[in-house]
C-alpha cells in the first residue's frame, strides 16, 4: 500500500514537472513572441470554436494559437499603417493602463493586507444559522392558496407542500420567492417558530409563510464545509471593500478637489437632456452614450486641455473627463430620471477617486512593472488586430470599383438591379457629341437632340429613348445611370467606340429598392459586412504570414494539458473596473496556415 501510494505521488509530481514554465516561447511572430503563460490564461478564459469537445483538444489547441499568430499579424500591420497612434487609440490604451495601474496598487496596497481567519467565516457561519429565516410559497390566486392551505391544515407536512412547488416550477426560475413584499413584514414577524401563517395577500400574489426555527447548536460540520469558500469569499470581499474606502480616505487627507463650474454643468447639462429624450422615447434604462460625449469633445474641441478639476498641483483636464466618465455606470431607470443630477455629482466623485488612486499608482511607478506592462501589451495588441477588419471593410466601401462589382455579380444578395430608361446621343466624333451636350444646356430637349443625329443617319439604334435595360446591363452608362436622379444628365464620355451624352428618364425597382450609392453602401454594412470582413482579412493574412518569421514549438503545445471547456469570465479590478478575463481571440488560424505554407514554411 505504501509503494503504491508513493508511485502515484511521483507520477503526479513529474506530471507537474513536465508542465513548461509560463516564461516558455511556443510561438514567434517577427519580434514578437507567444509565451506558455499568455497562450494557457487566454485558452482557459476564452470561447473559441469546438474548445469544449475534449476529443478535438490538441487540433483546437494548435488553431487557437495560429489565432494567437493571426492577432500578431494583424497588430503589426496596424502599427505599420500607423494606427497606434490615432488619438482614439492612444487614450483607449492610456485608460487601460490606468486601470491595470489602480488594479496594481489595489492588490499590493488592499488585498495584501487582508485576511480572512477561519475564526471569521465560523462565526458568519453561526450567525447566518442563528438568522431568522422564512420559507414560502406564493400563488397568484387566493383560492390555490386557501386550498393549499386546506390541505397543510389535513396534516400534509409543509416541506412536502415546498417539495411540490419547487417541481413545478418552470427551469430558469427561482424555486420560490426569496423575499416577501415589505407590507407583510410586520404580519410575518408576529409568527412563532416553526409556524405557518394564514393566507396572505400582497400586491403579486397570495402567500402561505413559515417562520424557521432559530439556531441552537452547530450542524453538521459537513455543511459547514460545503459554505466555507462562500463565506470565506463574502468576508474578503466586505473587508477589501471596506479597506478600500479607507486607502482612498487616506489619499484625500489634506487634498481638495476644485471643479471649474463651466465644463462641470455643461456636461450634466447635455446628460440631463440625453436621459429626457430617451424618457420621451419610453424606454425603461436611460443611459450616456459614449456618442454623447463624443459631441462634447468636438464641440470644446480646442478646450480639451482646459482643467475639468484641479487636485493640488494635478490636473484633470476636460479630453480626460470626457475619456473616463463614459466608463462609470451611468444608467439610471426611469422612474429615477428626477435623479440624474446626484447620480452625475456621485459619478464625477467616482472619476476624481479614481484621478487620485491612478496618481498614487504612477507615483510609484507601478505602470513600469513588467506585469502591468504585459496586460498593456497583450490588450493593445488584441485592439489593434480588431480595427484592422474594420478598416479593410471601410476600405471597401469606400471604392465605388469593388462596390460594383459586388453589387453586379449578388443577385443572390441584393435582388434583381434596378432597371432605368435613358435618352441618349451616341456618335463616334467627341467635337458632336460635345456639340449635343451645349445644345441641351442652351434648352434644346435632348430627345431632340438625339433625332437630329439619328437622322443623320449615325448609328440610329443608339439615339433617342431606350428601352428599359438593368443598370447592370451597359457598362459605364449602367453604373453611372444607377446613382442619378431622374432628368439628371451624364457625359459626354467614351464608351466602346464613341461617344455618348444621355439623360436618366425614368427607373424602376423589379427587386430591392437600392436607388444609389448610399443606399448600396448601408444595405451592404447590414447584410455582408462580416463576409466582407472576414475574405479581406483572409487574403491580407496570407500575405503577412507567407513573408513573416513565424516560429512555433509543437513540442511545448503537446506538453500543455488544458480542460476542455468553454469559459467567458469578467474580471473585476480594484478600485473600479470591468473587464472580460482575457481579451477575444478571432478564430482566423486557417488564413495563417495557408500563407505559410504558400511560403513553404513548416505548419507543425
Known sequence: MRLATLFILCLLTSTAWSQPNDEAVIATVGDDVITVGEFRGRYALTVFPYKDQERLTPVVMRQFLYSLIAERLLAQEARRNGYDAEDRFRRNLRLAEEMFVRDRLFRDSVRAHVRVSGEEVRQRYIDEQRSVQYDFLRFPDEERVRNLHRIYLSGVPFDTLLAAQRRQTPPGEPERPVQVEAKLNARIDTLCDGCVSLPLQGDDGWYLVRRRAPFTELPDPHDFEKNYKRIESELRTEQESAAAVDFVRRLWKGREAKIEEEFYRGIGAAMRDEYRRQRLEGRDMLSAPTALFDSLRSLWALRLDAPFARVDDDVLTVGEALDRLPALDLRLQREDAQNAALLYRERVRDMLDRFVVTREGYEAELHRSDEVRREVAMWAANGLAQTVPELLLEQFIAQDDSLWQLYAAHRDIFGPPVEVRIIETFTR????????????????????????????????????????????????????????????????????????????????????????????????????????????????????????????????????????????????????????????????????????????????
Open 429 to 604: 466624333d467627341s467635337v458632336r457629341s460635345a456639340d449635343a451636350a451645349k445644345s441641351f444646356a442652351d434648352g434644346d430637349a435632348l430627345e431632340s437632340v438625339a433625332m437630329r443625329l439619328r437622322g443623320e443617319g449615325e448609328d440610329a439604334a443608339r439615339n433617342g429613348v431606350s428601352d428599359w435595360f438593368p443598370v447592370t446591363a451597359r457598362g459605364e452608362i449602367g453604373r453611372r445611370a444607377f446613382g442619378m436622379r431622374i432628368a439628371d444628365v451624364a457625359g459626354p464620355f467614351p464608351d466602346r467606340e464613341g461617344w455618348t451624352f444621355f439623360q436618366l428618364r425614368d427607373r424602376r425597382y423589379p427587386g430591392m429598392k437600392l436607388p444609389g450609392w448610399q443606399a448600396l453602401r448601408d444595405s451592404l454594412s447590414h447584410t455582408i459586412a462580416e463576409s466582407v470582413m472576414r475574405a479581406r482579412t483572409d487574403r491580407l493574412l496570407r500575405r503577412l504570414a507567407g513573408r513573416a518569421r513565424i516560429t512555433v514549438d509543437a513540442d511545448l503545445i503537446d506538453a500543455i494539458e488544458l480542460p476542455a471547456a468553454q469559459m467567458h469570465t469578467v474580471r473585476i479590478l480594484g478600485f473600479g473596473g470591468r473587464i472580460p478575463a482575457m481579451p477575444a481571440v478571432m478564430p482566423l488560424y486557417e488564413a495563417v496556415m495557408e500563407g505559410m505554407m504558400d511560403a513553404g514554411v513548416p505548419v507543425p
